[in-house]
Structure formats: structure tokens, C-alpha cells
């Protein structure tokens, strides 16, 4: 018995199965993936509060360079769109060949494309009706009512 106790003792600090594991790094991981999921919904306030033109002074933008910016948001919403489209489509592709992890990578891709599509197509409706500040469902009205 006392052969075991000695033994136990000397292969305890050895045998530490949560530092295997990584356990404290796993913590670290799950409370930054916290910290990041709690400031994506999270919205900032805005410092200053002005209208589509007072910031267009202040920026010092032009017409022009306003007209080509907005054109190149929609062209940007077009080009994440398709790109979305074609990786929904490699996405059932990957599930009915049954590649799982392929099917996850396409998914997640699409997804942060049609993020990317939404985003630019925001911002191309803001400037197109030169409202500054506007919300979702603003977007989401001005985009089923003029079809866009």
C-alpha cells in the first residue's frame, strides 16, 4: 500500500489531464469568441449627428466622386450577390456528395458574402436617397417597395 502512495505521488504532477487539454486556453478562446459575438449586436452611438450633405462638405466630396462611389457600391452589391449565388450552389453540391466539411466551408463563405452583398447595398441606398443614419428596416422598406 505504501508502494502505491509513493508511486501515485510521483506520477501525479505528471498525469495533469486539463493541461493536455488546453483546458486554460479553451477558456481564453470561449471568452473572446464571448466578447466578440456581444459587440457584434451591440451597436455603437454615433459621435455626431449630421445630414448626407454636411458630411459631404466635411468629407470634401464632390458630385462626381458621390456618383462614382454609389456606382461602385452596386456594382459591389452585384459582384458578392453572384458570388453568394454560385457558392449556394457549391454548397449543395457539397451536400449531396456528402462532404461535410466542404459543405460547412461553403456555407460559411456564402454567408459573409451575402453579408458583404447587404452591407455595400446599404450603403449604396443611403447614398442613392442621401439619408445618413438609416436603419434595417429602413432598408429593408425602401428595398421591397422599389425593388431594387
Known amino acids: 500500500m505504501k508502494f502505491r502512495k509513493a508511486m ?48 459631404s462638405r466635411r468629407l470634401n466630396l464632390s458630385e462626381t466622386e458621390l456618383q462614382q462611389r454609389q456606382k461602385q457600391f452596386h456594382t ?7 458570388v453568394g449565388i454560385l457558392l449556394i450552389i457549391y454548397f449543395i453540391y457539397n451536400l449531396i ?3 461535410f466539411f466542404a459543405t460547412l466551408f461553403s456555407f460559411v463563405v456564402a454567408c459573409i458574402a451575402f453579408v458583404e452583398a447587404f452591407r455595400n447595398h446599404f450603403w449604396y441606398t443611403q447614398m442613392k436617397n442621401r439619408k445618413l443614419g438609416m436603419s434595417f428596416k ?7 417597395n422599389k425593388k431594387v
Do not use: H, Y
Open 97 to 99: 456528395a456528402g462532404e
Open 76 to 82: 459591389l452589391f452585384f459582384v458578392f450577390l453572384i
Open 138 to 144: 429602413n432598408w429593408l422598406a425602401m428595398f421591397l
Open 8 to 55: 501515485w505521488r510521483g506520477v501525479k504532477p505528471l498525469v495533469d489531464v486539463p493541461r493536455w487539454m488546453g483546458l486554460g486556453q479553451i477558456k481564453k478562446n470561449a471568452s473572446l469568441i464571448g466578447t466578440m459575438a456581444k459587440g457584434v449586436f451591440t451597436t455603437e452611438k454615433a459621435t455626431r449627428v449630421e445630414t448626407f450633405s454636411e458630411a
